[in-house]
């Protein structure tokens, strides 16, 4: 398994399929997506070479990521890919879930079996206020249909702003007191675009987390290959709450994931200056050889970001790797 020079393993892969997104989250693309700029994706037999390669240094677990990952034609063929690559175990996906509903079917029989969709608002209006979209209807019909589909791990995400959805969290609580989802809160992070609208939304996870606590809701032990969340769960709930916090000590201790971009480049840390190019071993279909590379880039991987000290790395955007 790869391993870094702080003793930590890393089995988690978020694949970003395509850069591409069709919302306008205000903290994320408020402007919508700069076409102009598009990025040619990795083609199905590079994907295949790069799958491999990380299944042969440890990965056991795939999410696939966009931009928005359902604007991808080939996204089945993705996922089936995963599925027929040994030693991966998990795939996921996150999604705005707008106009997932007839292609959900398609990607669970082709080996989907984990599904994150966003969120931010139970409220239509307040949705509509920070994704540029009136399609909350669309994301909970989802979850709905997900749960029938046989989904066993099903969440939804919502970013934390103070301004917009830090009054409703009752509102949220209230939604999975009867429903087996995991509701997780992540906090708004700085990216080279938004200081002006962080410094405005930004609210930290530890005052939920301590309310949470207060009420009764008990921390859960974290799996191996889960992300950074923290995890809670309540007696009186079917669902459970998760809290992202990356501004908090010690959040980078346990990384175990490292991401690819649509056009196949290497990012150690969401926040990181790194992005090198693995296109010459896809082009090659060369897994073996890219695979002894994952093991030597890893090993230059940063004990932790630097958000607090405002470094932001390359990330213009929360859209470019998907998060």
């Known amino acids: 398994m790869l391993q870094d020079s702080f003793n930590r393993k890393f089995n988690y892969l978020r694949l970003s399929v395509t850069e591409v997104c069709n919302f306008k989250c205000n903290y994320c693309l408020p402007d919508g997506y700069d076409c102009q700029t598009r990025a040619r994706p ?29 604007l991808r034609k080939e996204l089945p063929d993705i996922v089936a890919l995963c599925k027929a690559t040994a030693g991966i175990e998990s795939i996921a996906m996150t999604s705005n879930g707008y106009h997932l509903k007839k292609k959900l079917p398609i990607l669970i029989d082709a080996g989907l079996s984990a599904l994150n969709l966003s969120a931010d608002s139970l409220n239509p209006y307040t949705f509509s206020q920070i994704t540029g979209s009136d ?15 046989g989904l066993k791990k099903v969440k939804l995400n919502a970013v934390l702003l103070k301004q917009y959805n830090g009054p409703q969290l009752q509102q949220f609580l209230n939604f ?25 939304q930004h609210l930290a996870g530890s005052g939920i987390r301590m309310d ?7 921390l859960l032990p974290k799996r191996t290959d889960a992300g950074p969340a923290l995890e809670f769960c309540h007696p009186d709930y079917v669902g459970q709450i998760g809290l992202i916090m990356p501004y908090s000590k ?56 630097q958000l607090k000290q405002g470094n932001v790395g390359l990330t213009q955007h929360l859209a470019m790797l998907g998060g």
Request: charge should be negative.
């Open 250 to 305: 010690d959040f980078c201790a346990s990384c175990n994931r490292l991401r690819v971009s649509a056009e196949g480049k290497l990012h150690l840390c969401l926040f990181g200056e790194a992005n090198e190019d693995l296109t010459p071993w896809l082009n090659d279909g060369d897994a073996k050889g890219l695979a002894l590379h994952l093991t030597q880039q890893v090993l230059n991987k940063w004990q932790g970001h």
């Open 135 to 149: 399609s909350l209807h669309e994301v909970l019909e989802c979850i709905d249909l997900a749960l029938a589909l």
């Open 42 to 70: 990795l083609s199905i037999a590079q994907t295949r070479t790069l799958l491999a390669a990380f299944a042969m240094v440890g990965t056991q677990k795939v999410r696939l990521t966009g931009g928005e990952p359902t």
């Open 176 to 200: 999975i007191k009867d429903k087996p989802v995991t509701f997780r809160f992540i906090e708004l992070m700085r990216t080279q675009d938004n200081a002006d609208y962080f410094s405005a």
């Open 212 to 218: 949470l606590e207060k009420s009764g809701w008990q």
